[in-house]
């Protein structure tokens, strides 16, 4: 079963007022936190199976920073970009 989770920030706990989504409102940055809160409540339900990144890794956290600051891949490849994306 695949799941897609689409969310805006009009609507959800803790947004009243339509300018708490503009970014340069003041307190924009707590409405984006509990955006993220709510979405994060309904990934906890989610068993993952499979790649969920585009670039076919389990997370999109496939990379780490190496002792010279380059990104290094540090998990496996599940799939190909070319096999996530066939038509």
């Keep these: 079963m695949k799941v ?9 706990t803790g947004v009243c007022v339509e300018t708490q989504t503009d970014q340069g409102h003041s307190t924009y ?15 906890v339900k989610v068993e993952q199976t499979g790649a969920a990144c585009h670039e076919g890794f389990r997370s999109c956290f496939y990379r780490a920073a190496g002792p010279d600051g380059s990104l290094e891949v540090v998990e496996e490849r599940l799939k190909s970009p070319e096999e996530i994306y066939k038509a």
Excluded: C, N, Q
Excluded at 4 to 12: L, N, Q, T
Excluded at 29 to 43: E, Q, S
């Design 29 to 43: 940055g707590r409405a984006a936190a509990f955006m993220r809160g709510d979405l994060d409540a309904v990934l």
């Design 4 to 12: 897609f989770v689409s969310i805006d920030m009009e609507g959800i």
